[in-house]
């Protein structure tokens, strides 16, 4: 089993990396959007304005229906009306095939978006709500995931990680800093600005075909963000993160009370939507080729009332 990676931080780092980043009653003591108040208008005009080729790309997997290293628990298909069945219906001419779906929306292999219901830090989620505002009958009454159900259109810049550093992929065991984030700015000639989605890939997909599909997160592990990282992103204003892991490190982290910071910190104290799991390869291989790494991604999560996040197939548009 992979180690866990040291991020030389004590408890107390993290602590204070925590309450500097917290937008807590930046845009009101009820807010429930957190950073996607940044995606403006203009914002998603600018998004628009990033499309010059017009080519689209599948930024989420394929459904998982069939347990896998990456998710020994997946979700479920089954069909309701076969196409042997097509016109059981008994209103004559209609024919028709129906199928039911259904999954645990969290995980490390299926590509979904975050809500800001997700995460509590010493009981508290993002803008001080309390726990008794999730139940188990109804779900999340404050910060679910209807705050982004309207609302995810604007630019995004791709952090390729692996290609400014000259490798595939990163090991498990190797972190994504606020310099790697930098240094891709500048290699990519282009600068994260307020109300950007930013994506960070790992080069997970090229590490799984390297290892032939065989990998599990639970035991191999996953690159991850420096927790220092969250501070950048809440600094520079960014509204969404992605990342074809979760963001953090798997295995968790080793510092008592933080195991996957970026997700305690950014969801809780941030309030920016994390979209975990996103298959990049593809996207990162056309913004090399094209050498642009700026484009309009859209992403549509279902209006689940109370949802506490939301399967999602991001499309960017290039």
């Known amino acids: 089993m992979a180690a866990a990676v040291d991020y030389n931080l004590s408890a107390g780092d993290l602590d204070e990396i925590y309450e500097s980043c917290k937008n807590w009653g930046r845009w009101g003591v009820a807010d429930q959007a957190g950073t996607l108040n940044l995606l403006t208008d203009d914002v998603r005009a600018k998004g628009a304005a990033s499309v010059k080729l017009g080519r689209a ?12 290293a990456e998710t020994p628990v997946p979700g479920c298909h089954h ?3 076969a196409g042997d069945a097509r016109d059981s219906s008994g209103i004559p001419g209609y024919e028709a095939t129906q199928d039911y779906v259904g999954t645990n929306v969290h995980g490390l292999g299926i590509t979904h978006i975050d809500a800001l219901c997700h995460m509590f830090v010493r ?18 009454l404050r910060n679910s995931i209807m705050a982004a159900v309207d609302n995810l259109v604007g630019r995004c810049i791709l952090i390729d990680v692996p290609r400014v550093r000259g490798v595939d992929y990163l090991e ?6 606020v310099g790697d ?6 290699a990519q000639k282009v600068v994260v600005e307020p109300g950007d989605m930013v994506i960070v890939s790992t080069g997970r997909d090229a590490r799984r075909v390297a290892h032939d ?24 204003g960014v509204a969404v993160l992605g990342s074809d892991g979760i963001s953090d490190h798997m295995p968790a982290g080793p510092v008592a009370g933080w195991p996957f910071p970026i997700h305690q910190i950014g969801i809780t104290a941030v309030g920016l939507h994390l979209i975990d ?42």
């Not at 498990?172 to 800093?177: A, E, L, R």
């Not at 984030?181 to 500048?186: N, S």
Request: net charge negative.
């Open 57 to 68: 790309i599948s930024c989420a997997h394929d459904f998982p229906v069939s347990p896998s």
């Open 79 to 81: 069909m309701i009306t």
């Open 123 to 140: 009981g508290e989620m993002y803008n001080g709500f309390l726990p008794a505002d999730v139940r188990s009958n109804g779900g999340a």
């Open 172 to 177: 498990p065991h190797q972190t994504v800093t």
């Open 181 to 186: 984030l930098m240094a891709a700015e500048e």
């Open 213 to 236: 599909g065989s990998l599990s997160p639970f035991f191999q592990g996953l690159a991850g963000l420096h927790p220092e990282c969250a501070r950048w992103l809440k600094d520079r």
């Open 277 to 318: 799991n996103m298959h990049l390869m593809h996207l990162a291989e056309a913004c090399a080729e094209v050498g642009r790494w700026a484009f309009q991604l859209s992403v549509a999560p279902l209006r689940v009332v109370g949802g506490t996040g939301c399967p999602v197939n991001p499309i960017a548009l290039l």
